[in-house]
């Protein structure tokens, strides 16, 4: 069997048993999506790390809604984690240079550093009606 597209809502709380829940349903998509082990490499580490950015920044390590959706293309798949949480000012992007080396990061901005050296595509937008959507696309 091979997933072509899946959506996943829940309420996760800020503990290590709900994360690794939410997670391994995720992988196991990941996992019947496609075969090539670099795109799923790339595609759990950026649901990793999207999903703690929305848990330690959206909810403040508070528990919140997060959305999981995914689908197959031809020649790519595509990603997409959206929260409910207190959202991401994305102007700050265009005054941060998040192509630079990782010695001009300044405590901030790991992830979404990670996220976009792992995807082909990244684009972060507001969440309707309150919180942040961040959507990527990965080769396969």
Same mark, same amino acid.
């Given at each position: 069997m091979q997933i072509l597209s899946y959506k996943l809502d829940a309420f996760i709380t800020f503990d290590k048993d709900s994360i690794e829940n939410f997670l391994v349903l995720c992988e196991d998509v990941i996992c019947k999506m496609t075969s090539d082990q670099k795109a799923i490499f790339k595609l759990k580490s950026a649901? +990793? %790390?999207? &999903?703690?950015?929305? &848990? %330690? +920044? @959206?909810?403040?390590? %508070?528990? @919140?809604?997060v959305s999981f959706q995914i689908k197959k293309h031809p020649d790519k798949i595509t990603l997409e984690m959206s929260d409910e949480g207190s959202g991401f000012d994305t102007s700050r992007l265009n005054s941060e240079n998040h192509d630079t080396d990782l010695n001009s990061i300044n405590g901030r901005g790991w992830g979404l550093m990670i996220i976009k050296r792992l995807s082909d595509s990244m684009e972060i937008t507001p969440n309707t009606p309150k919180g942040t959507k961040i959507s990527i696309s990965v080769s396969v």
């Open positions: 649901t +990793h %790390e999207l &999903l703690v950015n929305s &848990l %330690e +920044h @959206g909810y403040r390590k %508070e528990a @919140g809604n």
